[in-house]
């Protein structure tokens, strides 16, 4: 079983960097790929990016490609998000989300497990 914990987001200026954390549970943490979606209001999950289990790949959403840098530590179990040139269409609840397997990196459905969700609000 893994939980995900999810910590960081909240309000920035537009410009500016915000980090994201999700701390990991369980001890099949090492072998999932880890990913990171949003969904904004009134609107689908969207894919935002994704990291494989060792940390040597890593696949961005053209939007966010450039500014966004998804990141992990395996000794602290956990996945970064690295958010810098942040604009307003950044604005969404951010999810981190675990499963096995390298395909279909956007399916929401193919995900085994979530975090709770954190608020990124960037203003103009």
């Known amino acids: 079983q893994v939980q995900l914990v999810q910590s960081g987001g909240g309000l920035v200026q537009a410009g500016g960097s915000l980090r994201l954390s999700c701390a990991a549970s369980?001890?099949?943490?090492?072998?999932?790929?880890m990913a990171w979606f949003r969904q904004a209001p009134g609107k689908e999950r969207v894919f935002v990016g994704a990291?494989?289990?060792?940390?040597?790949?890593?696949v961005y959403a053209d939007s966010v490609k450039g500014r966004f840098t998804i990141s992990r530590d395996h000794a602290k179990n956990t996945v970064y998000l690295q958010m810098n040139s942040l604009n307003p269409e950044d604005t969404a609840v951010y999810y981190c989300?675990?499963?096995?397997?390298?395909?279909?990196?956007?399916?929401?459905?193919?995900?085994?497990?979530w975090g709770q969700g954190t608020q990124v609000t960037v203003s103009s």
């Open positions: 989300a675990a499963r096995e397997g390298w395909r279909s990196l956007g399916s929401t459905n193919l995900y085994d497990y």
């Open positions: 369980g001890r099949t943490f090492s072998s999932y790929a």
């Open positions: 990291i494989n289990w060792s940390g040597g790949s890593t």
